[in-house]
């Protein structure tokens, strides 16, 4: 007789069916007590500890010891392989056969030589399938092995998953046996979790909410763990529930397997390649077990690691792509920081990321996959749209601090009025488990309900790898179609955003960037990193150009594209989210800074050689080039400084820029020494070439005796042995050497010239004797412990500790400091975050700012007289750190510098310095990739108030009409303005997950810029450019030349040449790539001239794929092109050989 009906309490019958499924409760007795039957011992387990990362091959050859289980091994970063001899029980044929394994540490399993699952207790991964039903014929006996890292799915913090890791941790085998596994066991505990979670999720209010906890409590009545036979009453209680089916209004969860890994974070990078095995192995047995199954891949680096260290793997991830069920996404190298960097490296990022694609997939990805980086720039939608990408996923934005965003399913639009659909999973996470409450979460949190009835669900462990599991797989299908709950269906991208795109009439437009309220610090942390990338990004970028134009020049010259790829790929790398945002562990920090270092010295000793003499008007003539100047390693910080070296040298004439730009009338050969001494005033010059304005590039040179006259250009003072004073004009393509009498101070100074016929910048090199009144000129006034620099343009007058007190424009005598305040004021303010130490810098840190005071008596008169006024003085920051610093200023210059350094020694502190200009201005102008745009210096709404500390790149600027003040940097990118106070942020000192981060010595030079009328006008631009790529002396061998000669001009100041380098598909290697985009933020119409033997001009997209309209119209040696605000172009064009 069956039991009559009873009165259920809500709380009491919820909780008898959590306890039937408990792992920690009567297990004895519950059901998930019997999701394993019988087990034993492995038959023998033996180890082998090293501290290398060593191959299948290579580690199975090593002496293996005898290990059990509970031995410790380690320390951190270690690895310790086990070779785990196994003997299968007779009795267990029939049954479902596990090896059931449990480590503190992430372990591999090999079989048969090949990696074939992950087991991380952090991933729920503590068992492998080793049979699914043992046969009468099947072996008892095998070998596996089981490759342990020692550290953890998220590394191996101290105390806390972000604290430094532990480096004497150590890691232990709990658990190494093998066991039946209970398949039927498993099946109901699925459905019981599923109908507690639609209980718990519906609610007390909501009649399926009870139905199905009714349905869990019933399954609890007939079942009995010790009777299997009483299970199928179960499972079929569970079905019928299931089985009820949702209405067509429904909304739809398109699932997903995804697997996020961090290419480098609390781990280094080569841990990473292991954890991409151990995840992708197991994606592999889930595709293999559920063909429906659906896993979506990002981030090519990743990828090529595993082709390149396990190449079974990647056959087998190649094989699942052809069906459908590896699904590679995102389009990029890596999943790089969305703000630091520069344009053309996003551009590299997509280019090699769909490159790789394409020749390992067979396709190129149609979507942008960033779920976890801090922020999203103006220009990524024009830089998407241009790499075959109109579609784009995170989910980061849910993590803003201040305000929610409002959409979950829009159009982005950026800065040039690109557009591509966005959508963020209203789940708010990449690595869901297939839990209810998740499923419920997607459809409740959805920001765009009545316009869009789709969304994305990432399910799998992410961040440190893992990914998707069996039961999460199970969960999901179970949910596929039942009442009560959105309709789950394991689907892929392009199902999702097909789906979306039938319901983009009714979505709404963002415009602008997407900015995450929160990670603010990261513009700044880890100081050397992010000098590091800006110098490779400039280093790579003067290669590709000093390379091209050899290429142009000469038949003989073989452009070094294999290696260029390799160093654009390191360089890539470390632009991950976690790396160049400095939020990552000393160990990574130090393997991204031997990687800066390393690119420069492939460049200077492979590259450099080979195409310097070409590019020279006379390189390829047959004389026999003296030794290269190593023009790189003085740019990165561990050769911050110059030194000396001797090369042959001619000096040219300059290029025309416009009507008035006239050349010098004659030119000087000789023999000179280039010598730059360090001292408390040190001359600054950097890496390759420049390019100022950049519209040009190229040589230029001249076959005059002498010089008479010369433009306001960047300049050098020249001094001979015999005491002669020559100035010496330089800039991009700079050709030059030095034999042994001459000091040279390099000076890179910016000034404008106008024109109707072009404007750029000019190329090559003169010298002109100096005239009497400048060479003798009074050294800086000094009047009561102030220095006043003044070069005509601007005039700086430096309080006794070093402040700015003014800067005045000279020719209309306008102020551009504050009344009553001072420039360049360092400020200390207290930089405790809530829990992301070197990720966040809060709100409420701006409440703590304290000047720093300096000691009256400290300023010092560096430069005097000459083309050069300098100021020095030292300042005692605390008790810990101190800084000196440089203010310079050149003749001609129209922005002063200040060349900076600061040994920094302090804990949860953040420095920067502010300028507080006569200006009043309700937005401030911001320098991004490709462009600029404007943020409130107020904070009227929440929205403004969250970007108290935002990013820029070379220059940030606030202007009011007729006037501005621009502050330029080279290598720092945390910013603010507020109010009037142009604020620059300089070094912070958090504590983890590095706890050595920014401490030491740094080197860094900002400089501010007055000027009239808009930036624009005024060329802040090309000032920036100038600060940023320093002038560079190249050798070139050989006779003066006969002739001058220029590579490209563009006619308009808006528009910017910013690259030059070989095409990727360049038949014969005679096709180069011109990148070139408006800069000023409107339409513009630009003749470009060449002097290269072209051919043929195309357009094509950032892809280098051609455009179809065909060649462009090519009229003595120039094209017409047509810009939109901000719009970047790229041009290909095919060179006629050089003559032999």
């Not at 963020?424 to 839990?435: C, E, I, K």
């Not at 404008?752 to 004797?769: F, H, I, N, P, T």
């Not at 009409?961 to 109010?979: E, I």
Request: hydrophobic share 40%.
């Amino acid at each position: 007789m069956a039991a009559a009906p009873a009165l259920k309490h809500w709380r009491t019958t919820l909780e008898r069916v959590e306890k039937f499924v408990s792992p920690l409760y009567f297990t004895d007795c519950n059901l998930r007590g019997r999701l394993f039957g019988d087990s034993c011992p492995v038959a023998e387990l033996s180890s082998f500890l090293t501290p290398e990362r060593l191959p299948y091959q290579e580690a199975v050859q090593q002496d293996f010891r005898p290990a059990q289980v509970g031995d410790s091994f380690g320390p951190t970063w270690w690895t310790c392989w086990f070779r785990v001899e196994l003997t299968i029980p007779e009795a267990w044929v029939g049954q479902e056969v596990h090896l059931r394994w449990e480590s503190d540490g992430e372990g591999l399993v090999w079989r048969d030589g090949e990696p074939v699952q992950g087991l991380t207790k952090e991933g729920e991964k503590t068992s492998y399938v080793l049979t699914d039903k043992l046969g009468e014929k099947d072996p008892r006996s095998l070998t596996l092995y089981v490759e342990v890292a020692c550290n953890g799915l998220l590394g191996a913090g101290k105390g806390s998953m972000i604290a430094a890791p532990d480096p004497e941790k150590m890691f232990q085998v709990s658990r190494a046996e093998l066991a039946v596994f209970h398949r039927d066991v498993y099946k109901l505990l699925v459905d019981l979790e599923l109908l507690l979670g639609i209980a718990k999720g519906l609610g007390e209010d909501n009649q399926r909410s009870f139905q199905a906890l009714y349905t869990a409590n019933q399954m609890v009545n007939v079942c009995d763990p010790a009777q299997p036979e009483t299970f199928p009453v179960a499972q079929a209680l569970a079905s019928k529930f299931f089985g009820q089916r949702g209405g067509e209004s429904q909304h739809t969860i398109h699932a997903m397997g995804h697997c996020h890994i961090d290419t480098a974070w609390l781990w280094p990078f080569k841990e990473t390649v292991r954890k991409c095995a151990r995840s992708w192995g197991t994606v592999v047995q889930l595709m293999e077990r559920n063909p429906e199954f659906i896993f979506a891949c990002s981030q090519a680096q990743q990828l090529e690691w595993v082709r390149s260290h396990y190449p079974g793997l990647h056959a087998r991830l190649q094989e699942f792509a052809c069906r459908g069920q590896f699904v590679p996404v995102g389009g990029t190298w890596v999943e790089m920081d969305g703000n630091l960097p520069s344009g053309e490296s996003m551009v590299r990022q997509f280019l090699q990321g769909q490159n790789f694609f394409r020749q390992e997939f067979g396709k190129m990805c149609s979507e942008f996959w960033l779920p976890d980086t801090f922020g999203y720039s103006a220009q990524l939608p024009q830089i998407m749209r241009s790499c075959g990408i109109k579609r784009f996923l995170t989910q980061k934005l849910s993590w803003n601090l201040v305000n929610s965003f409002p959409h979950h399913t829009f159009f982005w639009e950026g800065l040039d009025g690109s557009q591509v659909l966005a959508h963020f999973p209203p789940g708010d996470s990449y690595g869901m488990q297939g839990s209810v409450e998740e499923v419920l979460k997607t459809v409740t949190k959805n920001r765009d309900k009545g316009r869009t009835n789709h969304s994305a669900f990432l399910f799998g462990f992410g961040d440190g790898g893992g990914g998707p599991t069996q039961t999460m797989v199970d969960r999901l299908k179970r949910l596929c179609n039942t009442d009560g709950l959105p309709r789950v269906q394991l689907s892929s991208p392009e199902q999702l955003f097909s789906a979306l795109e039938g319901h983009s009439g009714q979505l709404c437009t963002w415009v602008g960037e997407l900015f995450l309220e929160l990670h603010n610090g990261t513009y700044t942390t880890h100081a050397q990193i992010k000098k590091g990338n800006r110098e490779c990004e400039r280093i790579l970028h003067d290669v590709e150009l000093l390379s091209s134009l050899a290429l142009a020049r000469s038949a003989q010259f073989l452009y070094p594209a294999a290696l260029l790829q390799d160093l654009w790929r390191l360089l890539l790398l470390t632009q991950f989210h976690d790396v160049v945002t400095g939020s990552c562990i000393q160990l990574v920090a130090e393997e991204a800074m031997c990687h800066y270092e390393g690119e420069a010295d492939n460049i200077s000793m492979a590259l450099a050689p080979s195409a310097v003499p070409r590019v020279s008007p006379v390189g390829h003539s047959g004389v026999t080039p003296t030794p290269c100047l190593p023009i790189t390693n003085q740019s990165l910080p561990r050769h911050p400084f110059p030194w000396q070296h001797t090369a042959q040298c001619c000096s040219c004439s300059p290029v025309c820029w416009g009507a008035r730009s006239r050349g010098p009338s004659h030119c000087q050969h000789a023999a000179l020494e280039a010598h730059r001494s360090v001292g408390s005033a040190p001359a600054w010059w950097g890496p390759l070439l420049s390019p100022g304005h950049c519209p040009w590039h190229g040589l230029c040179s001249c076959p005059h005796p002498h010089l008479t006259a010369a433009p306001a250009a960047p300049t050098a003072c020249v001094r001979s042995a015999r005491g002669e004073c020559w100035h010496m004009a330089v800039g991009q393509g700079l050709s030059w050497a030095v034999p042994n009498n001459v000091e040279v101070l390099i000076s890179p100074v910016w000034s404008k010239w106008r024109g109707r016929a072009r404007a750029g910048g000019w190329v090559g090199c003169w010298l002109w004797e100096a005239p009497a009144d400048l060479a003798s000129r009074p050294p800086p006034t000094k009047t009561d412990g102030s220095v006043t620099l003044d070069n005509g343009i601007i005039r700086v007058r430096l309080d006794p500790t070093g402040r700015l007190t003014s800067l005045v424009l000279v020719a209309s005598g306008r102020e551009a400091i504050a009344e009553g305040a001072v420039g360049n004021q360092f400020v200390l303010f207290d930089d405790v975050p809530l829990y992301w130490d070197a990720w966040d810098v809060m709100d409420y840190h701006l409440e703590t700012r304290k000047p720093v005071l300096g000691q009256a008596g400290t300023l010092a008169v560096g430069t005097e007289g000459g083309v050069r006024g300098s100021a020095w003085f030292l300042l005692q920051i605390s008790p810990n750190s101190r800084l000196s610093q440089e203010v310079v200023l050149d003749v001609g210059c129209p922005y002063v510098r200040f060349h900076t350094e600061v040994h920094w020694h302090e804990a949860h502190k953040f420095l920067k310095v502010e300028f507080p200009a006569r200006v009043r201005s309700p937005q401030a102008t911001y320098e991004v990739q490709f462009g600029h745009l404007q943020r409130p210096t107020h904070y009227n709404t929440s929205w403004d108030w969250a970007r108290f500390e935002v990013w820029a790149h070379r220059w940030m600027d606030l202007s009011e009409h007729g006037f501005g003040l621009a502050l330029l940097n080279d290598c720092k990118y945390g910013a603010s303005v507020r109010g009037n106070v142009l604020s620059l942020s300089l070094l912070r000192a958090p504590k983890s997950p590095d706890a050595t981060v920014d401490m030491g010595r740094h080197e860094f030079t900002y400089a501010l810029m007055p000027h009239k009328g808009s930036f624009q006008d005024a060329g802040v631009i090309p000032a920036a450019y100038s600060l940023n790529f320093p002038l560079l002396a190249l050798p070139a061998p050989g006779p003066a030349p006969a002739a001058a000669w220029s590579a490209f001009s563009v006619s308009s100041p808006a528009v910017v040449l910013e690259t030059v380098k070989q095409a990727e598909t360049s038949p014969q290697g005679r096709t180069l790539l011109l990148r070139l985009y408006e800069a000023h933020g409107s339409h513009s119409d630009c003749w470009l001239h060449t002097s290269l033997p072209v051919q043929e001009a195309i357009l094509c997209d950032l892809l280098e794929r051609r455009d179809p309209t065909g060649p462009l119209l090519l009229r003595d040696n120039r094209l017409k092109l047509t810009f939109t605000p901000f719009q970047v172009q790229s041009l290909l064009l095919v060179l006629r050989p050089p003559p032999n």
